[in-house]
Antibody, heavy 126, light 108 residues
């Protein structure tokens, strides 16, 4: 079955860039048909979409994070990555990667995240 | 603030029926997806589209939609259903995905 696994530093200093990678197994990103996304969850809080990417490199970012976010894809490694620049303590969160499923119904879309990675806690602290 | 609004907390007696709702303008033309999250675990999708349950999700979970309100109904709630539930849908621009604030379900 399809599995996703996040990896990257668990501790990042303020003002630096947070970098995470999601490795996909059981499916090929380059086969198309899906977007691949990043979601985060601040401690004790709700879920927040960061953005998602297609294998072609087409991206959609959360407008509130757009100025600091870059999501990229490496089809040769079957991975996609997240970079979040100029981090502060407010970026401390569990970061999840997930596959974005889509069904088109005329001019409407049904989207859902499945499967998810297990999540990785990133703490921003000096 | 989220474009999708959920009640922060809902409770249900064991074996009874509970409906968790999600409100937002984008729900007039798109169905919400629903996620269950237990402490320390990644979210799991329990409903998507008009009323689609992923494999492995009990049939006591069902989905519905009316106007700008999407609903997740649990018929005969079990103790293991106690969790946080989140809805998700495209935003009003149609390009971004947003989550509701989440509903903490307590099974009494």
């Amino acid at each position: 079955q399809v599995q996703l696994q996040e990896s990257g530093p668990g501790l990042v200093k303020p003002s630096q860039t947070l970098s995470l990678t999601c490795t996909v197994s059981g499916d090929s990103i380059s086969s198309g048909g899906y977007y691949w996304g990043w979601i985060r969850q601040h401690p004790g809080k709700g879920l927040e979409c960061i953005g998602h990417i297609y294998y072609s490199g087409s991206t959609h970012y959360n407008p509130s994070l757009k100025s600091r976010v870059t999501i990229s894809v490496d089809t040769s490694k079957n991975q996609f990555s997240l970079k979040l620049s100029s981090v502060t303590a407010a970026d401390t969160a569990v970061y999840y990667c997930a596959r974005v499923n889509t069904v088109v119904r005329g001019f409407s879309y049904d989207n859902w995240f499945d499967p998810w990675g297990q999540g990785t806690l990133v703490t921003v602290s000096s | 603030s989220s474009e999708l609004t959920q009640d922060p907390a809902v409770s249900v007696a064991l074996g009874q029926t509970v409906r968790i709702t999600c409100q937002g303008d984008s729900l007039r033309s798109n169905y919400a997806s629903w996620y269950q999250q237990k402490p320390g675990q990644a979210p799991v999708v329990v409903m998507y589209g008009k009323n689609n349950r992923p494999s492995g999700i009990p049939d006591r979970f069902s989905g519905s939609s009316s106007g700008k309100t999407g609903s997740l109904t649990i018929t005969g709630a079990q103790a293991e259903d106690e969790a946080d539930y989140y809805c998700n849908c495209r935003d009003s621009s149609g390009h971004h995905l947003v989550f509701g604030g989440g509903t903490k379900l307590t099974v009494l």
